[in-house]
């Protein structure tokens, strides 16, 4: 079995659809460009309000880092369970608070009002979400293919900023190119992931912000349909690598954003994500962190370094599914 074109990797469309229920359930707030300028808006008006201490998860994209520190001096990392709940014994008064959904799963916190609670939505967008009183939100709308941009808080900002859409899909084109690639040299390589950071830098120093009125969606389907499919291929995954993935604590009600293999090491994990790059699967890796840091954080070494998140997204087919595991089970690792 072959497949004829890529599966994962960054949504695209040559057809723009107008409509899609999922941004219905985000009312008000403020839409931007990227999820990181979300997140930057909020923690510029928490630092404002005199906040000076932040918690995230060690466990999270780098790129959360880089914005969370231009805000915030004191900043502690804190590890994760075996349920992908935060793990940490105390957290201080007056402090901020990042909690992270992922894979699909709806992670919860002891409310707290002398804690201030950002909850990230990114990977749980398809869930169905109670949004309380007390948390403010954020959100990035590329992975489950809303729209090729853009992202979302829950705060309303007053802004005169203008958006920056055309700049923000050259850049898209430029990363959808380079995950194509499959044979590439590593000084290739090194060159194209320094372009595309230069890039993203001045992604989010743009700071653009754009109307709600102006999404164009790059799905026409359905909530119920990309819930289905997504659930539908991601238990055929389940049932056929019944000792090589990473068990989700997903509840009847999640939709899972990937579908998670382990390895026993780093080294096994990227040859294996090569590999299935040169049979035209592109795998994300959750996420790159500096070794240094991870030392004391045990389960989130183990995410980092030791698993590999698998396409299981609405745009594949059930025989994109089977091809998938037909090109897994012919390697062994």
């Not at 959360?64 to 075996?82: G, S």
């Not at 990473?246 to 293999?261: C, M, V, Y």
Request: net charge positive.
């Amino acid at each position: 079995m072959k497949s004829n074109f890529y599966i994962g990797g960054e949504f695209a469309a040559q057809k723009f659809y107008h409509h899609n229920e999922i941004l219905n359930k985000f009312k008000g707030g403020t839409w931007t460009l990227s999820g990181r300028y979300a997140l930057e808006l909020i923690l510029k008006e928490l630092r404002l309000k005199g906040y000076k201490k932040i918690y995230i998860p060690i466990y999270n994209c780098p790129s959360t880092y880089r914005v969370v520190k231009k805000y915030f001096k004191i900043i502690i990392f804190y590890d994760l369970n075996k349920k992908l709940n935060p793990k940490l014994k105390k957290i201080s008064e007056n402090s901020v608070f990042i909690i992270v959904n992922y894979f699909g799963l709806t992670n919860r916190i002891k409310n707290s009002k002398k804690i201030y609670i950002i909850e990230d939505l990114t990977h749980s967008v398809l869930n169905k979400i109670e949004f309380r009183k007390n948390h403010t939100y954020f959100a990035s709308f590329r992975k489950i293919g809303v729209f090729n941009f853009g992202g979302w808080s829950s705060l309303s900002f007053n802004h005169n900023l203008k958006s920056n859409i055309p700049y923000m899909e050259e850049y898209r084109k430029k990363k959808f190119n380079y995950l194509r690639k499959k044979n590439i040299s590593n000084i290739e390589e090194k060159n194209l992931l320094k372009l595309l950071k230069r890039e993203d830098k001045k992604l989010i120093s743009s700071k653009a912000c754009i109307n709600k009125a102006d999404i164009k969606s790059i799905t026409n389907k359905s909530e119920s349909e990309i819930r289905i499919i997504r659930n539908k291929n991601y238990n055929y995954l389940k049932r056929k690598l019944k000792n090589q993935y990473f068990s989700l604590p997903l509840k009847n009600s999640d939709t899972p954003l990937f579908f998670i293999l382990k390895f026993s090491n780093i080294k096994i994990r990227n040859n294996f994500r090569n590999i299935l790059k040169k049979n035209k699967i592109f795998c994300p890796i959750f996420w790159k962190i500096n070794n240094k840091n991870l030392k004391s954080f045990t389960h989130s070494k183990f995410l980092s370094q030791n698993t590999l998140a698998v396409p299981i997204d609405h745009r594949m087919k059930m025989s994109d599914t089977k091809y998938v595991v037909e090109i897994i089970k012919n390697y062994d690792f």
